[in-house]
């Protein structure tokens, strides 16, 4: 076993800490060696403890953007309701209008008008038509619409129709859109605008949707600062509470920020046991040492059972990283420098959300590019690099993705990359020139 395969770690089924503490202030515990998980698998694992249990809400649907959709909904009637213009000209019967020419029109007397917001007043006979509005909703007897431009007028009443329709030419139908007692929109659905546009068509104001999770976020680090202060001698300003909590909020759920603890056991520990109390999800963000990173495992496996279930991923940058469940809820140990972070945040967190949610996970925006320069790597790592998107060098359509690199605790990393590639377990690197998808942040 080599080192880039394992990692020392406080093992999930071992017994809790004991009273001894070492010099953190945390009791000593068990350690042994066991492999890093692959990404993949370490996902799997916590998500298999943590059957999906949805709390249901109903909310006004025009407060609904973003939130996941609860259950199915059928429509509750046809849309439209009525025959509808599609264009500005006349309703006709359109055999009337059969063998039109420019040269040979079909004359057509003008019986009404139909305006907006109205019913027709009168029902079609043969040779008559209508003028209409788009929108405007057809009389009884037309089956088609003359656009205005294919027509022309030679009195008050008399309409030229200079060319022939179809039967339900420049018409929709009742129920075109949807029928009655379709599926429209399924559970899981995060509801775009154009969902609410078509649940509120449709009469249906108020929708069941899973309720907004609370995910407390605990940083921990001798070393942080609120971002008001200026940090002294070896002090830097907390970055992570707050890429934190805008990752959460963007995902629709509702950030708790604990604030920021000593690497201490004891208060990091009950900071950590009372966020686990009051919300849904916990997130620590520990220190960068490896005793502060231990630390974080041994707070975590305190909070509930089973406690730990992967401390380890075979990933970079976020090797670190602890995935959890303790009492029911998912607990997360996220490596303290931001690149890792947000990282880590995008592969363990935010499905997991998703799946607490109930949430049918769409397929994350990618762009296809060009690998500008090589990069190496690890076999039996998956590696994630930061890129810049910039226009191919080459005069070809697309994209260069351009490594921006840089250590994992430097934000700007992130602030100057459009977003991040993949490099899978099995590859020792990419090469210049290869076709790669980028994932946009």
Do not use: W
């Not at 949610?357 to 994630?384: F, K, M, Q």
């Amino acid at each position: 076993m080599t080192e880039e395969h394992v990692i020392l770690s406080n093992d999930a089924e071992s017994a809790h800490p004991d009273e001894r503490a070492n010099r953190h202030g945390q009791p000593a515990t068990t350690h042994e060696l066991f492999n890093v998980r692959a990404p993949s698998d370490a996902l799997a694992i916590l998500l298999a403890q943590l059957p999906a249990s949805v709390a249901v809400e109903a909310i006004p649907t025009r407060d609904a953007l973003d939130r996941v959709l609860a259950e199915d909904v059928s429509s509750p009637g046809d849309l439209p309701t009525f025959r509808r213009s599609t264009m500005d000209g006349f309703a006709v019967r359109a055999a009337d209008t059969f063998g039109a020419t420019e040269g040979l029109p079909a004359y057509l007397e003008l019986v009404d008008e139909v305006f907006m917001g109205q019913a027709p007043k009168v029902a079609l006979g043969r040779g008559e038509c209508v003028r209409i509005a788009t929108g405007g909703m057809l009389p009884s007897g037309a089956d088609a619409i003359v656009m205005v431009e294919q027509t022309q007028a030679v009195g008050p009443r008399t309409i030229e129709a200079l060319r022939p329709v179809a039967p339900g030419e420049n018409v929709v139908q009742v129920g075109e859109d949807v029928r009655a007692g379709d599926p429209i929109i399924s559970r899981g659905t995060s509801l775009r605008p154009q969902d609410l546009g078509g649940l509120l068509a449709l009469g249906l104001t108020v929708v069941p949707v899973a309720r907004r999770l609370r995910v407390a976020i605990v940083s921990g680090g001798d070393e942080l600062v609120d971002p008001e202060a200026v940090p002294g001698p070896g002090q830097i300003r907390d970055i992570n509470s707050y890429t934190l909590a805008a990752l959460v909020r963007r995902g629709g759920h509702e950030p708790c920020l604990e604030g920021v603890f000593p690497d201490d056991y004891a208060p990091l520990q009950a900071a950590a046991a009372q966020a686990l109390a009051q919300c849904d999800v916990v997130i620590l963000s520990a220190g960068s040492s490896v005793s502060a990173r231990d630390m974080t495992a041994q707070v975590v496996d305190s909070l509930g059972r089973p406690g730990v279930l992967v401390h380890g991923v075979s990933l970079k940058p976020g090797k670190p990283t602890i995935l959890a469940v303790c009492d029911g809820k998912a607990v997360f140990g996220l490596p303290g420098n931001p690149v890792s972070c947000m990282v880590t945040y995008e592969l363990f967190v935010a499905p997991t959300l998703a799946h607490l949610s109930g949430a049918v996970v769409p397929p994350r925006r990618t762009v296809s590019a060009r690998l500008a320069r090589n990069i190496a790597s690890a076999a039996g790592r998956e590696d994630y690099i930061q890129v810049r998107l910039e226009p191919r060098q080459d005069g070809g359509h697309g994209f260069d993705a351009v490594p921006v690199f840089g250590k994992s605790n430097l934000i700007f990393t992130l602030v100057h990359s459009a977003g991040m590639l993949k490099i899978p377990l099995d590859a020792g690197g990419l090469n210049a020139g290869a076709d790669v998808e980028v994932v946009l942040f």
